[in-house]
C-alpha cells in the first residue's frame, strides 16, 4: 500500500510562492509518474503538472511559467514550486501516483 502525504499549503498573497512537497511511502515511488491536480468545489480535478520516472515534466496551460513540478527518487519526494500565484490559483492541491494513489490534499489560498 502507497500513502502520499501532502505539506506546505497555506494562505499566500497574490504575486508571492509557496513549495508544495508530496512524500510517498512504498518503494515503488521512483518507478513511477507523479502528478499534482488541483480541485475547486463544484469543479473537476485539473491536473497542473505532471513528471515522469525518468524526469520528463508537462503543465497546464495555466501554470506555464509559474509553476515547476520536480522529484527527488532518493527522497521518495515530488515537489511543485509555484511562483507568481494568482486569486484563480486558490484550490485544494492533490498529489498522484499514477492515478492509483492519492494524497489527501493541501488548501492553496491566494489573496488578491
Known amino acids: 500500500q502507497v500513502q502520499l502525504v501532502e505539506s506546505g499549503g497555506g494562505l499566500v498573497q497574490a504575486g508571492g510562492s509557496l513549495r508544495l512537497s508530496c512524500s510517498a511511502s512504498g518503494t515503488i515511488f521512483r518507478s513511477n509518474a507523479m502528478g499534482w491536480y488541483r480541485q475547486v468545489p463544484g469543479k473537476q480535478y485539473e491536473l497542473v503538472a505532471g513528471i515522469t520516472s525518468g524526469g520528463i515534466t508537462n503543465y497546464a496551460d495555466s501554470v506555464k511559467g509559474r509553476f515547476t513540478i520536480s522529484r527527488d527518487n532518493a527522497k521518495n519526494t515530488v515537489y511543485l514550486q509555484m511562483n507568481s500565484l494568482k486569486p484563480e490559483d486558490t484550490a485544494v492541491y492533490y498529489c498522484?501516483?499514477?492515478?492509483?494513489?492519492w494524497g489527501q490534499g493541501t488548501q492553496v489560498t491566494v489573496s488578491s
Open positions: 498522484a501516483l499514477g492515478t492509483t494513489y
